[in-house]
């Protein structure tokens, strides 16, 4: 009997506009009528992640910063955090800041950057940088722009920063076939912060066992997640690596993949 499905946002549940389509909302709020906790897991900050949630009809449990935080939104109560290496922060910033790229920091529920770009989500670093990373729990630093090779001749900088690793990156760094779009981007936090760690913690509050339990994703920071359940699901526009890690692949993300993944799974239910 399954229990809980572990699902990732973008380029997983919503297409490659980022829209939730309705058969996907529809399906969600079926799936959880029946006692099944869709579980949203992302790279997003908790507002960011809970709004996509609510908009679904998923869980009241969130996994955010691919996995540095775990959060209850019906409680406003903190399951998990993984702060990161306050030297780390700094060392990051000082790395962006001079290449005029955004530096993102996800601290409590939002974003605070260098470079505001979405006003309802973000707040403008105004202080210090050092200053902020002592006063601050940031979970997660991303470092964007939509130049391409910019990002790209950052990576070896940032792989030498001690304490964090790359956790995720644009599908286009990693694989040529997946164009550039506008934003090219690196999550980085904790070595030990990634979705598999915090699907595990979750796992352990709610007393849930690992067979009793689906992933869905499509991108690196998703293969921690695919080792802490019982079944493994990646959509068809996956990078290679999340394919071959698989027990299925489904329908891509702009074919409401995960919507037609979770009605056969209701109908073999309701069949057995």
């Keep these: 009997m399954i229990k809980a499905i572990f699902v990732d946002i973008d380029g997983t549940l919503r297409d490659s506009n980022r829209n939730l389509s309705v058969k996907t909302i529809e399906t969600i709020k079926r799936v959880s009528e029946k006692g099944i906790l869709v579980i949203l897991c992302s790279g997003r900050p908790r507002?960011?992640?809970?709004?996509?949630?609510?908009?679904?009809?998923?869980?009241?449990?969130?996994?955010?910063?691919?996995?540095?935080?775990?959060?209850?939104?019906?409680?406003?109560?903190?399951?998990?955090?993984?702060?990161?290496?306050?030297?780390?922060?700094?060392k990051l910033y000082e790395i962006a800041n001079p290449e005029d790229v955004r530096f993102i920091m996800n601290v409590e529920e939002g974003r605070v950057v260098?470079?505001?770009?979405?006003?309802?989500?973000?707040?403008?670093?105004?202080?210090?940088?050092?200053?902020?990373?002592?006063?601050?729990?940031?979970?997660?630093?991303t470092i964007a722009d939509s130049n391409f090779d910019k990002i790209k001749n950052l990576i070896p900088k940032i792989e030498k920063v001690e304490n964090v690793e790359i956790k995720n990156r644009h599908k286009s760094l990693l694989d040529a076939k997946f164009k550039d779009d506008k934003t090219i981007f690196c999550d980085i936090a904790n070595i030990d912060s990634n979705k598999g760690n915090a699907v595990k913690k979750l796992l352990g509050i709610l007393n849930i066992k690992k067979e009793e339990t689906i992933a869905i994703g499509?991108?690196?920071?998703?293969?921690?997640?695919?080792?802490?359940?019982?079944?493994?699901?990646?959509?068809?526009?996956?990078?290679?690596?999340?394919?071959?890690?698989?027990?299925?692949?489904?329908?891509?993300n702009?074919?409401?993949?995960?919507?037609?993944?979770?009605?056969?799974?209701l109908k073999e239910m309701e069949e057995n």
């Design 254 to 265: 702009d074919e409401d993949g995960v919507a037609v993944f979770l009605d056969k799974m």
């Design 218 to 252: 499509d991108d690196m920071n998703d293969l921690s997640m695919f080792e802490q359940v019982g079944y493994k699901v990646a959509v068809d526009n996956a990078i290679n690596i999340v394919k071959e890690n698989a027990d299925e692949i489904i329908l891509s």
């Design 47 to 90: 507002k960011y992640t809970e709004q996509i949630s609510r908009e679904c009809f998923a869980s009241k449990y969130i996994i955010t910063s691919s996995g540095g935080n775990i959060y209850d939104y019906e409680q406003d109560k903190i399951l998990y955090v993984n702060e990161m290496n306050k030297e780390a922060i700094i």
């Design 114 to 141: 260098n470079k505001v770009k979405h006003p309802d989500q973000e707040t403008q670093l105004e202080e210090d940088i050092r200053e902020f990373a002592y006063k601050n729990d940031v979970v997660q630093c």
